[in-house]
């Protein structure tokens, strides 16, 4: 078709496949993608992940993977000074690959998805070439890039060159907005769950079971609900189960609290999960629990929200603005293990009844809606 647009996806979160267990920012980009494309020519510009080719037609769009240093590492797990060789690979080769793609891609504009690094990426192909960008952004573009001097300057500069610019949740747009001096629009994050009964979630039978998603890392606070586990009255211990799935640079330290606070007989620790275990877990399991300090809205409470999986979130971000708006689940104060304790045996003995709020809320979490803004914004 003629008229249809050519969009140049840039992106540092893309799955090696559907089954990449760690990929649930990367899931709801392919996601996004494959809807974008049936309204307009998409290709993707991503690192190599693993063993995955360096170029494939996934569905109806085209992805091209750049070789860097560290194929298979994630982006997140990367910091400065340990990792600076990996780092610098990383923005050489995607800088590289992003002017190579650019002579055969004919782009009217770019997404990038997210500010760092992709949107520099995008940034010089704009200075380049002239070719339109936005950004989608995450809360660690603003929240921990827009801690160090260099690269917020880096960030303001990538935020204003920009033609839109979007957030993942409502006070991340507001800040997003306050950094660049530019409107920012909310724009959900969203994955499509496969079918939950698939594969069958290993739960405690005749037990309430409750369960965590995220990577094990200070901002998700795993350890904060570890810690409210341990605070259970041994009446309630004899009644529940927690199953966390994750990975990332505390896990010896929740493994640790693990077995200092002696509850091996009520925790299971596992690593990444994948878009199929999630559905069946989060079908099978009694509430979402999200324990964060630092938050904008997660992919997982999406998730939560399409499987009907009663909530139970920390409030930071706008997770407790929303669920408290839509009557959706059960808000708790970051960082208090005490109260989340208290939380948790009040659901496990009289449970919720939030499930029409949790049905309207889900109505903003469309990803179809997400791509129609997205298009009507750059047409």
């Not at 990996?86 to 990038?112: E, H, N, P, W």
């Not at 920009?162 to 994955?191: N, Q, T």
């Not at 059960?330 to 009844?353: C, F, K, M, Y």
Request: glycine share 6%; aromatic share 8%.
């Amino acid at each position: 078709m003629p008229n249809r647009k050519h969009i140049l996806l840039i992106t540092s979160s893309y799955p090696a496949s559907e089954k990449d267990p760690r990929a649930a920012a990367g899931l709801f980009v392919k996601d996004f993608a494959e809807t974008l494309a049936k309204t307009a020519e998409v290709a993707v510009l991503t690192q190599q992940a693993g063993d995955s080719p360096l170029a494939a037609r996934e569905s109806d769009v085209q992805v091209i993977r750049f070789p860097w240093a560290g194929k298979g590492i994630p982006l997140s797990t990367l910091r400065i000074p340990k990792d600076i060789t990996l780092i610098s690979s990383v923005m050489f080769q995607g800088c590289y690959a992003s002017l190579k793609i650019a002579q055969t891609f004919r782009s009217d504009c770019i997404l990038a998805c997210w500010a760092i690094p992709s949107g520099l990426w995008a940034l010089c192909l704009k200075w380049l070439y002239g070719i339109p960008y936005s950004v989608w952004c995450l809360g660690s573009d603003i929240w921990d890039y827009g801690k160090n001097p260099f690269t917020k300057k880096l960030l303001r500069v990538i935020l204003r060159e920009a033609s839109h610019l979007y957030a993942d949740g409502y006070r991340l747009s507001a800040d997003v907005s306050s950094m660049s001096g530019i409107p920012c629009a909310f724009l959900p994050s969203v994955r499509r769950l496969p079918n939950p009964a698939a594969i069958k979630a290993d739960i405690r039978q005749n037990k309430r079971n409750y369960l965590f998603i995220g990577r094990y890392h200070h901002n998700k606070g795993p350890d904060v609900l570890l810690e409210a586990v341990a605070k259970l009255k041994p009446e309630i211990r004899e009644k529940v189960h927690f199953h966390f799935f994750g990975g990332g640079p505390i896990r010896e330290k929740l493994e640790s609290l693990i077995a200092e606070r002696d509850i091996s007989d009520i925790v299971t620790l596992k690593g990444y999960i994948d878009a199929q275990g999630a559905a069946a877990y989060l079908k099978a399991c009694d509430a979402l629990i999200i324990p964060s300090r630092i938050e904008s809205v997660p992919v997982v409470l999406s998730d939560a929200l399409q499987s009907k999986t009663p909530l139970i979130a920390a409030d930071v971000g706008d997770m407790g603005f929303l669920l408290r708006k839509y009557r959706a689940g059960i808000v708790v104060p970051p960082e208090s293990p005490d109260q989340l304790a208290e939380v948790i045996t009040r659901h496990i003995l009289h449970g919720d009844n939030f499930d029409s709020g949790r049905k309207e809320l889900l109505e903003i979490f469309d990803l179809s809606k997400s791509v129609d803004k997205f298009i009507s914004d750059i047409l």
